[in-house]
């Protein structure tokens, strides 16, 4: 006998346990699967009275508890358990039943997973999920990629349970594929970008300004009031009011300053590397948590050279400037982003509409901002917009605020406050906004040690010079 459970989850850790809650909150009645009997009985214990939610140590009860076709979503480590977790339930599904990894695997390894299950007549679909634990429960911004009739089965209850802007719902069918996992891996490289500059800044207006940490949090949090209304500096503006349980002072105060990693973020920068599409704002991300990770080493290196004394900046200035470079440097990371997405689209098949990926990361996923709605309408109105800074929407926008961005990196330069998010983000905009930069002489450079050829300006053609003679 056929189960009747509308949804299934594997993986009950705080991420599925939140979410097979939030399912069952939506009208929805879901199964849970675990090894571990501590995790299925606390959810039995917490969702059990709303007699939607059961969950089984045993994965043949779990199979046999849902509706055809089945929906099982895995929220597992990702890597080898996924496949594990694969291995183990396929015998026991049915022809046209949809396996979602809510993850953040690897791309590939879901496009090798795709066509291993299609062969089995089994849909498998990534599906980025963004929220951290609290969106799990209270409406995540979903990715999914996969097959898009197999969607069909899954869109009712991924679109109740998602976050909504608006009344609208943070989740679309992307594309085929691993169109949803590529999708989140970009989302997370500009989380990496994003992080980055707002710590910048905290610690611009810190050295420079000598912002206390009541002034901080002030900041942001009218900050967040405005157009740099966003979750990052919602978040920062709470943070900085925290203070320390173990001791006097503020909790940010005593942080050891390591950031550590997953992943995501240098997979971004990997792949746009591959591609061939710059996204230094998030290649630099990365590059400063490896730098934070050499914390002794820098302990060491800060003894050996004097920094110049740091001339202090006046607060009401210092404000407005890096109110407006991190307005500045926001965008012009999500265009770096976005631009990897739209050529990634191109490049794997994923036919990705960016208005549509802009459009559901408005709320619930951790760079959810402001200005996506912005970016939306710019991309609803130019479907091949290749990069954000071309839209006549936003010129006005990125004009009015680099020119803050160009007096805190000269500002920060001066003084040895290190500002290289906000530094890649004006350069990267300096550089794209160049008609003419200095690589002719790269290509010179190549035709004299490599017979490398270049092209000119004033015909068509190959050429090489004899540059010796
Ligand atoms: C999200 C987050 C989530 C996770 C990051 C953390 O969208 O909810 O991105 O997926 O918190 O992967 O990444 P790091 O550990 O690499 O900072």
Redesign the pocket.
């Known amino acids: 006998m056929k189960g009747t459970y509308d949804f299934g989850l594997v993986g009950l850790g705080v991420m599925g346990r939140n979410f097979i809650l939030n399912v069952a909150d939506n009208g929805f009645s879901a199964f849970g699967n675990d090894l571990d009997p501590e995790k299925v009985n606390a959810l039995i214990e917490e969702g059990g009275d709303t007699k939607k939610v059961d969950a089984t140590t045993d994965a043949k009860t779990f199979i046999e508890a849902l509706s055809l076709p089945r929906k099982i979503m895995l929220l597992v480590p990702a890597g080898k358990v996924v496949d594990i977790v694969i291995e183990n339930i396929l015998p026991l599904l049915d022809k046209d039943d949809i396996i979602i990894d809510g993850g ?1 695997s690897f791309f590939t390894d879901t496009d090798r997973r795709e066509a291993y299950l299609a062969a089995k007549g089994i849909h498998f679909f990534g599906a ?5 634990a609290k ?1 799990a429960r209270l409406g ?2 979903i990715m999914p990629g996969g097959n898009r009739e197999a969607y069909q089965h899954v869109k009712p209850i991924f679109e109740a349970v998602s976050a909504k802007y608006k009344g609208e719902p943070c989740v679309a069918y992307l594309g085929p594929k691993s169109a949803g996992n590529y999708v ?1 891996m970009v ?2 490289g500009i ?2 970008g994003l ?1 980055q500059l707002t710590s910048e800044i905290y610690d611009l207006l810190k050295k420079g300004g000598d912002f206390s940490n009541e002034e901080l949090h002030q900041t942001y949090a009218k900050w967040n009031t405005g157009r740099l209304q966003s979750f990052l500096v919602q978040i920062t503006s709470e943070i900085l009011a925290q203070k320390d349980a173990l001791g006097d002072g503020h909790l940010v105060d005593q942080i050891l300053d390591k ?8 997979w971004t920068s990997q792949n746009a590397m591959d591609l061939g599409i710059p996204v230094p704002s998030i290649d630099i991300a990365v590059s400063m ?1 490896e730098i934070s990770a050499l914390k002794e080493e820098r302990i060491k290196a800060d003894k050996l050279y004097v920094r110049p004394k740091i001339e202090l900046m006046d607060k009401a200035q210092l404000e407005k400037l890096t109110e407006e470079a991190l307005y500045f440097s926001f965008i012009v990371t999500y265009a770096q982003g976005l631009h990897q997405l739209a050529y990634a689209s191109n490049e794997y098949g994923y036919e990705l509409e960016i208005a549509e990926i802009a459009k559901i990361w408005r709320a619930g ?3 959810r901002a402001g200005i996506l709605a912005d970016i939306t309408e710019a991309f609803h109105t130019d479907k091949a917009l290749p990069n954000l800074l071309l839209s006549p929407s936003f010129i006005e926008k990125v004009q009015s605020t680099v020119g803050a961005a160009r007096e805190l990196v000269a500002y920060a330069s001066k003084n040895g406050i290190p500002v290289p998010g906000l530094s890649n983000s004006l350069t990267y905009f300096d550089a794209y906004t160049s008609s003419r930069l200095p690589l002719n002489l790269i290509q010179a450079q190549r035709d004299y040690f490599g017979s490398h050829t270049y092209e000119r300006l004033d015909r068509d053609g190959v050429f090489h010079t004899e540059w010796e003679a």
Request: charged content about 20%; some cysteine; proline content about 4%.
């Open positions: 953040n980025g999920v963004s929220g951290g969106g995540p911004s989140k989302h997370n989380e990496y992080m950031a550590k990693q997953k992943g995501t973020g240098k948590r996923c951790i760079i």
